[in-house]
């Protein structure tokens, strides 16, 4: 598991969905020794009220399923930085 493995697999099968709300994911940073996986949620995503939501639920339950070694998903998103900062921590 590398960091373009796990980039690639978020662009082709979260993107998509996060697209169709005006938002995406990219990775901020990846530990391939320690499997910490830092992302960053942008567009429609960024200071979303769901945006916590989506992350643990949705986002998260995709990349254990096809990464299960990951030891931790952060997000690192400064949901309050947003145009429409919504974000309820």
Not at 6 to 34: R, Y
Request: proline share 3%.
């Amino acid at each position: 598991m590398t960091r373009a493995d796990v980039q690639s697999f978020i662009n082709e099968d979260i993107n998509p969905a996060l697209e169709s709300h005006g938002g995406w994911l990219k990775i901020h940073e990846f530990n391939e020794d320690t499997r910490e996986l830092f992302v960053e949620m942008g567009g429609g995503c960024q200071g979303c009220s769901s945006a916590r939501y989506t992350l643990k639920v949705q986002i998260e339950s995709f990349l254990r399923e096809e990464f299960p070694s990951l030891s931790s998903i952060v997000d690192v998103t400064d949901h309050e930085a947003g145009v429409n900062p919504f974000y309820q921590g």
